[in-house]
């Protein structure tokens, strides 16, 4: 309901509740049904309960329209990642989005959003949100210390979990970015990875 569409129903009341004092016969927009009298002391039968029937009805008029405007749903764009195959629930789930031209970056700060949920039931999720449609991909890991970096032991092979997008399991080193990357159209998206230890 737009703002004008009130202010010409409350004119019309208004008018009304003059053509009463005046003793004319009042204007009523068709489409309204009238309400029953409303009686307060101090005020008359006739016009002055016409009067406070229009400012009830632009009243709820205005807060179902604030009701509808509220309503409307979010259009932000979300990457959904479900993350399975965790041996415990200790430490914490890191999440990295990337680009062609962040992948296998040495600083994941480079990624183009980072993502940390908890842990429950050997099981996490990560969520990229605002992000615009494109090419992607994700690496998670299972951070069981909660240091903030993947562990490695000196031959440099990792000591934690970890994944990939389109569950790519790397062999003689990371795996390139077109065999983890994914389409993102926009909107919402979800997709699962599970996750590997060596």
Known sequence: MSITLLIVLLGLYVRSFRQFRSGAS???????????????AG??????????????????????????????????HLL?????????????????LHTSATWLSKENAKAVVLAKSIIAHNHATCEFSGIAAGEYAVSVIHNENSNGKLDKNFLGMPREGFGMSNDVIPRFGPPKFEAVAFSFDGGTS???IVMRYL
């Open 43 to 76: 005020f008359g039968e006739n016009g002055e309960s016409m009067f406070i029937r229009a400012i009830v009805l632009a009243g709820c008029l205005t807060i179902a329209s604030t009701s509808d405007t509220h309503a409307q749903p979010s259009n932000e």
């Open 26 to 40: 009042p204007v009523i927009p068709c489409a309204i049904q009238p309400m029953s009298d409303v009686k307060i």
């Open 80 to 96: 959904h990642v479900e993350i399975e195959g965790l041996r415990n629930n200790n430490g914490q789930m890191l999440g990295e």
């Open 190 to 192: 979800d997709i699962k």
